[in-house]
């Protein structure tokens, strides 16, 4: 069982605000977990990529993993316009997709209003 | 330039047709993949090959070949078109597990449109 949720929105917040994006999944042999930000047109940008629980931070960007709860979130703080986009979380059993590649989930579209 | 070319960018073509999309990488990663984004369902794998001499099935292959010309070029056939294979097909490289970590890096996608 592959199934990964994530509520595909809109979500709609004001600039500045923090956001918060999350995807649920049920497989517990993930162990390794990604954000990939998508712009309308292009391919999915890595930007962030964590190994099993815990927090880990990048600029405006934190991702949490919960592993007990199979529970992963993507916080920015600051938002700006310009972070705009369809947010996918990925995760896979093993280090660069392995035998499955990455499970999905379907995506969050973020809209950042000036 | 970009790390990983897909051509062409778009296309649209007949029922019936034979259709080739590549994929080509500057990355010198081992492993390349084969995706297709549908609204509503996500990505989907098609395709993997972990090295030149490594091809495999993924969760939706039916209906779709791959070649693996080279380290790095790996195009995705559809030999007969249909149209729900209508879809944005997005090919992605990572190196091997033994130099860490290893993400997948995506290209920017080919939109295929069969009528």
């Known amino acids: 069982q592959k199934e990964v949720e994530q509520d595909p929105g809109p979500l709609s917040v004001p600039e500045g605000a923090i956001v918060s994006l999350n995807c649920t999944y049920s497989?517990?042999?993930?162990?390794?977990f990604m954000w990939y930000r998508q712009y309308s047109r292009k391919g999915p940008e890595l930007l962030m990529y964590t190994y099993s629980s815990g927090n880990k931070e990048d600029g405006r960007f934190t991702a949490q993993v919960d592993k007990s709860s199979k529970y992963i979130s993507l916080f920015i703080r600051d938002s700006q316009p310009s972070d705009s986009a369809t947010y996918l979380c990925?995760?896979?059993?093993?280090?660069?997709?392995?035998?499955?590649?990455?499970?999905f989930g379907k995506g969050t579209h973020l809209i950042i209003q000036p | 330039d970009a790390d990983v070319t897909q051509t062409p960018r778009n296309r649209i073509t007949k029922t019936g047709k034979r259709i080739m999309l590549e994929c080509s990488q500057t990355?010198?990663?081992?492993?390349m993949y084969w995706y297709r984004q549908d609204p509503g369902l996500g990505l989907r794998l098609i395709y993997y090959s972990f090295d030149v001499k490594d091809i495999n099935k993924g969760e939706i292959s039916d209906g779709y070949s791959v070649s693996r010309q080279a380290q790095a070029k790996f195009s995705l056939s559809l030999e007969s078109a249909i149209p729900n294979q209508t879809a944005l097909y997005f090919c992605?490289?990572?190196?091997?597990?033994?130099?860490?970590?290893?993400?997948?890096?995506f290209g920017d996608g080919t939109r295929l449109s069969i009528l």
């Open positions: 497989n517990s042999a993930f162990q390794y």
């Open positions: 992605a490289t990572s190196d091997r597990p033994d130099s860490g970590n290893q993400p997948q890096h």
């Open positions: 990925a995760m896979t059993e093993y280090s660069g997709g392995g035998a499955d590649g990455l499970t």
């Open positions: 990355k010198g990663h081992d492993r």
